[in-house]
């Protein structure tokens, strides 16, 4: 069974940096892409990047500059490092793996608090 399960979260101050890390357990295969959303109270989810297998990166504009995804395919593990944190980036979370547009897990979550 498939698991993926997300650390690194916490309570930083505005203008900290955090990395986050998710590590997929239980395949036998390299997902397609791996990926972070995140979703704060009360919203919807939103995506936030992405990291596909071949190496390729991409961002939601409200991220850009300032988070980084990175992977490690061997150790089926993505990264989300987080700079310049602002108030509005307090949500929970998640990373998200896909395999060939078929199988879709996701983890619990790790919350991020920025405070003022």
């Known amino acids: 069974q498939v698991q993926l399960v997300e650390s690194g979260g916490g309570l930083v101050q505005a203008g900290g940096s955090l990395r986050l890390s998710c590590v997929a357990s239980g395949s036998n295969f390299i997902f397609n892409t791996m990926g972070w959303y995140r979703q704060a109270p009360g919203k919807q989810r939103d995506w936030v990047a992405t990291f596909t297998s071949g190496g390729s990166t991409d961002y939601a504009d409200s991220v850009k500059g300032r988070f980084t995804i990175s992977r490690d395919n061997a150790k089926n593990t993505v990264y989300l490092e987080i700079n310049s944190l602002k108030p509005e980036d307090t949500a929970r979370y998640y990373c998200?793996?896909?395999?060939?547009?078929?199988?879709?897990?996701w983890g619990q979550g790790t919350q991020v608090t920025v405070s003022s």
């Open positions: 998200q793996a896909r395999f060939k547009g078929v199988l879709e897990y």
